[in-house]
């Protein structure tokens, strides 16, 4: 399989705390993409990540990427109950813009 | 600006069965591509399109068949039905040039019996 690995697969954590989720992938990428699912829906782009890049910050999020050990940490800080979803990296490589995700590591902040 | 819209939102079929799964998208953009998602995984691409009128095969495309005839419709056919391809459906959408990310549908539930 292609697919990328994340852990944890579930994390639990109260508001106001950070939750760490972190993302390995298994081939060169020109970059790396974080998505957010709720419940029931289709994804939703967070951030985007390019090879040369070490880290990058939106908002209440910081994304690194080591290349050198194909892996990818998304750090949501400040919790919110509204964070709770299911978060997935995906790598894009070759000029197909195709993705391939990660099995995903599914968020609940509790209230 | 309706961005990325799947029709329907759910069906059951019977193995054996055929359906057409249409994505629309209003972006203009380039590329286009059908996914499927399972309990605890991630998703896996089935087709893609880069443009009206090409397709290509995705990681997981044994069963289904694809069609881009228009710049903004991309179709996901099954033509017999197997209770394997029981899922949700998302078709996505990027102007890759300079813009990768991709815009995703609702997503269609489809359960085959």
């Known amino acids: 399989s292609q697919q990328g690995e994340e852990d944890p697969q579930a994390l639990s954590i109260q508001e106001g705390e950070n939750a760490t989720m972190n993302c390995s992938y298994k081939t060169s990428i020109n970059n790396l993409q974080w998505y957010r699912q709720n419940s029931g829906r289709g994804l939703v782009h967070l951030i985007l990540i390019r090879s040369n890049e070490r880290e990058k910050h939106s908002g209440r999020l910081r994304v690194t990427l080591d290349t050198s050990k194909k892996s990818s940490s998304l750090l949501i800080t400040a919790s919110r109950a509204a964070d709770t979803a299911s978060y997935f990296c995906?790598?894009?490589?070759?000029?197909?813009?195709?993705?391939?995700f990660g099995q995903g590591t599914t968020l609940q902040v509790k209230p | 600006n309706a961005g990325v819209t799947q029709t329907p939102k759910f069906r059951v079929l019977k193995t054996g069965q055929s359906m057409t799964l249409l994505c629309a998208q209003d972006m203009n953009h380039e590329y286009m591509y059908w996914y499927r998602q399972d309990p605890g995984m991630g998703l896996r691409l089935i087709h893609y399109?880069?443009?009206?009128?090409?397709?290509a095969k995705g990681e997981v495309p044994d069963g289904y068949n694809v069609s881009r005839l228009k710049k903004q419709n991309f179709l996901l056919g099954l033509e017999s039905a197997a209770p394997s391809q029981t899922s949700v459906y998302f078709c996505?959408?990027?102007?890759?040039?300079?813009?990768?990310?991709?815009?995703f549908g609702p997503g269609t539930r489809l359960l085959v019996l």
């Open positions: 399109s880069v443009g009206e009128g090409t397709t």
């Open positions: 996505a959408s990027s102007y890759y040039r300079g813009q990768e990310t991709q815009y």
């Open positions: 995906a790598s894009s490589s070759g000029n197909t813009g195709k993705l391939i």
